[in-house]
T-cell receptor
Framework: DGGITQSPKYLFRKEGQNVTLSCEQN?????MYWYRQDPGQGLRLIYY???????QKGDIAEGYSVSREKKESFPLTVTSAQKNPTAFYLC???????????FGDGTRLSIL | GESVGLHLPTLSVQEGDNSIINCAYS??????FIWYKQESGKGPQFIID?????DKRQGQRVTVLLNKTVKHLSLQIAATQPGDSAVYFC?????????????FGTGTRLKVLA
C-alpha cells in the first residue's frame, strides 16, 4: 500500500543536541511538507518542498533544517537553536499544489 | 496519551444520529477546502474536499457544504458511528498555481455516545 512513513514514533532530545526526523513516501508525490502540531493550535508549516533539491521556509522555520535529495524522502532536523521543540511533528505529501495533502502518523518529540 | 485536542470545542452525538461540524474560514481568497479527521496518536486523514465553484459535495456518509458569502464550511456525517470519534478540522488555501500553503483550523472533537 502506498503511504507516508514517519520514524521514529517517539523521540527524545537532550539539551544542545540535533535530532533528525525521517519521512518517506511511496505515493510518487512531488510536494512534501513538515508541520508542527501543538495543543489547541492548527498545524503550522515548517518547511515545504515542491520538487527534488528545492525547498522553502514555512511560517516557523527558525531552528529547523531540511533536505530533499530524493523524491521519496524529506528529513527534518530539529537543531539546538530550536528552544521549544516539544511537539507533534507531521510530514505530508501531495501530488502538486492545491491537491489534498496526505499525512504520516507523526513523531512526538520531547526534551530530556 | 495524545495531547493534541486539549481545550477544543466538543460535539457529542448519539450513535446513529447525524453530526454537523462547522468551520469559519478566514481568507476571502481561499477557494480550495479540505476536511480532515485525526484520531488520537495518528496523523490527519483526508475525508473530503471542495472547490469554490461548488456549494456542496457528497462522499460516503459525508457531505461538505460551502457558503462563500459568510465564509463558512460545514461537514455533515450521516448515521454517526463510534469509529467517527476523532478531531475534525478544515484547511483552506487559494488555488492559484504555486500556492502550497494551507491554513488549518484548530478543530472540533466529535464524541459518539453509545
Amino acid at each position: 500500500d502506498g503511504g507516508i512513513t514517519q520514524s521514529p514514533k517517539y523521540l527524545f532530545r537532550k539539551e544542545g543536541q540535533n535530532v533528525t526526523l525521517s519521512c518517506e513516501q511511496n505515493l510518487n508525490h512531488d510536494a512534501m511538507y513538515w508541520y508542527r502540531q501543538d495543543p489547541g493550535q492548527g498545524l503550522r508549516l515548517i518547511y515545504y518542498s515542491q520538487i527534488v533539491n528545492d525547498f522553502q521556509k514555512g511560517d516557523i522555520a527558525e531552528g529547523y533544517s531540511v533536505s530533499r535529495e530524493k523524491k521519496e524522502s524529506f528529513p527534518l532536523t530539529v537543531t539546538s537553536a530550536q528552544k521549544n521543540p516539544t511537539a507533534f511533528y507531521l510530514c505530508a505529501s501531495s501530488y502538486r499544489d492545491n491537491q489534498p495533502q496526505h499525512f504520516g502518523d507523526g513523531t512526538r518529540l520531547s526534551i530530556l | 496519551g495524545e495531547s493534541v485536542g486539549l481545550h477544543l470545542p466538543t460535539l457529542s452525538v448519539q450513535e446513529g444520529d447525524n453530526s454537523i461540524i462547522n468551520c469559519a474560514y478566514s481568507n476571502s481568497a481561499s477557494d480550495y477546502f479540505i476536511w480532515y479527521k485525526q484520531e488520537s496518536g495518528k496523523g490527519p486523514q483526508f475525508i473530503i474536499d471542495i472547490r469554490s465553484n461548488m456549494d456542496k459535495r457528497q462522499g460516503q456518509r459525508v457531505t461538505v457544504l460551502l457558503n462563500k458569502t459568510v465564509k463558512h464550511l460545514s461537514l455533515q456525517i450521516a448515521a454517526t458511528q463510534p469509529g467517527d470519534s476523532a478531531v475534525y478540522f478544515c484547511a483552506e488555501t487559494p488555488s492559484h498555481s504555486g500556492t502550497y500553503k494551507y491554513i488549518f483550523g484548530t478543530g472540533t472533537r466529535l464524541k459518539v455516545l453509545a
